[in-house]
């Protein structure tokens, strides 16, 4: 036992009763511990050891072909009132639940050893971050929370000896039984239930599950944010750093822009992009009263496919070691990693990520995938060339401007601002995107995702809002300005029109002029934009009147975009603020004008 906390020692000797493991391993976080682990897993068959001179300390796993990405059909919010859990969130009644999956964990781990994992959301000792105990019995989740986390004893002594503030975490695999599969949060106990999978975003209860959804249900009560965002600094020739942060729905290139590389026009004049996080932001007003945001994870738990020396080759140079691949496919000849749009090259001597040995060059010239679209690495942070100094500021970094975007083929401009932080707020809760492999369902169905939390939100939608409002009316004139951007609009051949990736700090440039009030923007229906040449395209193949496009604002598309807000809006009833009714008929005012 790593600690004398009683609040502690009682749940995990409760688990113990229900599970019944044969063994039980609390996780100290020393590398002799890890090491024995690793070598356990690569004898048991679970983890694949790479290519040791290629990539020192890799490891690659893989996952059942029915259990390779979130399930949201399967997870929960068990508060007391369904009314909290509000009409985007799946609910049962705790009580129900509690009785529904006991018998589920009951014995689940006789021959099987359970693991304690201590582990701390933000840097130890930081007055923001939180800790969690995840029991699990897998040594995956393990090795992945090391990486993803601060784990191990040292977030034990950031708890303290009599503390009740943590969050039980119960996992386990049992059968990775897809129709027994169950992700379940009690934002009002604190308690996180998942049982019958092994992915990431399902098991690592650190991330979605704690610092998302049962987050966001503790920032509401104690006057912070927990948020779908990744967080940038961007640095001038002078040396400023401007902190940005960003909610993209899942697979819509959070990790890319955080770790973005500026095209040369920027890199030569000495502009630089620290990343700070790439998926999750806690924020909370500081002493300053300005809303300084801090990374709760440890690592990045990133989609591998796409991601290449052109598009983001500090995500790359993140994963040559210490990092966990899930369900990419292998070169055999060299027992290295491969993934849709690493190169051109898949490896002849291939075995795709369900197993099948075969040759990958004709897999894939008859359209098949040697990587799952869902395959991720799981790398820790200080491998990224670009990790900000503040990675590890307790105090968090001061956020200057708020992006929302999602991929809109047609709808949504390149990039405007809100007029004003409720507007900004109307922005997000309106957000629609093309859905990702990232969750298990239909890919490419446009929906309704606002502020890119709809899978994470731990509590009514509508209080949501409420709360980003109420945010806003405590930050006041210091509130981060609060701008949408799409970097998916596609010409009718179904191409991307804008080039993305490094190309995107061309957009960042006006956010962040914008919140200087250096750039100059036109008013239009929707908010403020940038003039066509406001955007820099020096060194780009498109042209002026390609930005022009990108810019449009076309009146049938978004009359057809407020039909679809007011629909939107109906499910969230005597809930949804007042300001932002207010803000949907103003923009339908505006949009009837055009
Ligand atoms: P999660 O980890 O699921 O939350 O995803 P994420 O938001 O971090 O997305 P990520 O950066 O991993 O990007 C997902 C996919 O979008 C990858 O296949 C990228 O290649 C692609 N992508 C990212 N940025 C851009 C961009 O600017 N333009 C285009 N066209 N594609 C992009
Ligand atoms: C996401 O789906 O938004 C992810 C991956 O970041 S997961 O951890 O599976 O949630
Ligand atoms: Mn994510």
Not at 294 to 300: S, V
Not at 531 to 549: A, Q, R, Y
């Amino acid at each position: 036992m790593l600690t004398k906390n009683p609040n502690v020692i009682k749940w995990v000797d409760e688990v113990i009763a229900l599970c019944k493991p044969d063994q039980v391993v609390w996780i100290d976080g020393s590398e002799e511990q890890l090491n024995a682990l690793r070598e356990e897993a690569i004898q048991t068959g679970e983890m694949i050891k790479l290519n040791q001179e290629e990539l020192p300390g890799c490891l690659y796993h893989r996952t059942l072909p029915n259990d390779v990405a979130r399930v949201e059909a399967r997870t929960f919010i068990c508060s007391r009132k369904e009314e909290d859990a509000g009409p985007t969130n799946n609910w049962c009644d705790p009580k129900e639940m509690y009785a529904k999956l006991t018998p589920m964990y009951d014995g689940v781990m006789k021959g099987r050893t359970m693991y304690v994992i201590p582990y701390s959301m933000g840097p130890i000792g930081s007055p923001l971050a939180k800790v969690g105990v995840e029991v699990t019995d897998s040594i995956y989740v393990v090795l992945n929370m090391d990486i993803m986390t601060r784990m191990g004893k040292q977030a034990f002594e950031n708890l303290g000896e009599t503390s009740n503030d943590f969050v039980r975490g119960l996992h386990s695999k049992a059968n990775v039984d897809p129709d027994n599969r169950y992700i379940v949060q009690f934002p009002e106990d604190n308690t996180i239930w998942s049982i019958n999978s092994a992915y990431g975003g399902n098991v690592l209860l650190g991330k979605k599950c704690f610092a998302l959804r049962i987050a966001s249900y503790q920032g509401k009560n104690e006057g912070w944010m927990a948020e779908h965002m990744l967080i940038l600094g961007l640095e001038n020739p002078q040396g400023e750093v401007t902190y940005v942060s960003a909610a993209f729905p899942s697979a819509c290139g959070k990790t890319n822009l955080a770790m973005l590389v500026p095209p040369e026009v920027y890199r030569k004049q000495g502009y630089k992009v620290w990343t700070v996080g790439d998926d999750i932001a806690w924020l909370k007003p500081g002493k300053d009263g300005r809303l300084y945001a801090i990374n709760p994870e440890n690592g990045f738990f990133g989609v591998a496919p796409g991601t290449n020396m052109k598009s983001n080759p500090n995500a790359l140079a993140s994963t040559k070691k210490n990092t966990i691949f899930t369900n990419v496919a292998l070169n055999n000849d060299n027992n290295t990693v491969w993934w849709e749009g690493l190169d051109k090259n898949p490896p002849e001597n291939a075995t795709e990520w369900t197993g099948i040995v075969t040759n990958g060059k004709e897999w894939t010239a008859e359209g098949k995938k040697l990587a799952h679209p869902n395959s991720r690495f799981t790398a820790p942070a200080e491998n990224c060339p670009c990790i900000s100094p503040e990675f590890n500021n307790p105090e968090g970094v001061p956020i200057t401007a708020m992006i929302f975007g999602g991929r809109r083929a047609k709808t949504a401009p390149l990039v405007y601002q809100s007029f004003d932080w409720t507007h900004g707020v109307f922005v997000g809760s309106t957000m629609a995107s093309e859905t990702t492999a990232a969750a298990t369902g239909a890919v490419g169905v446009v929906r309704r995702d606002p502020m890119a939390m709809r899978p994470f939100c731990g509590y009514h939608m509508g209080d949501y809002f409420q709360h980003w409002l109420d945010m806003g009316e405590k930050l006041g004139d210091k509130a981060p300005k609060i701008f949408n951007v799409n970097w998916f609009r596609t010409d009718d051949e179904g191409h991307f029109i804008w080039p993305g990736f490094g190309d995107n700090l061309r957009v960042l440039m006006w956010i962040v002029d914008r919140c200087k009030g250096t750039a100059d923007a036109v008013e239009t229906a929707i908010g403020y934009e940038p003039k066509p040449e406001d955007i820099n395209i020096e060194g780009l193949d498109i042209d002026l009147d390609t930005v022009k496009g990108l810019l449009s604002v076309d009146k049938d598309v978004w009359e057809q975009e407020v039909a679809e807000i007011e629909e939107h809006y109906k499910q969230f009833g005597d809930k949804l603020p007042k300001e932002l009714a207010e803000e949907l008929k103003k923009l339908k005012a505006r949009v009837d004008a055009l």
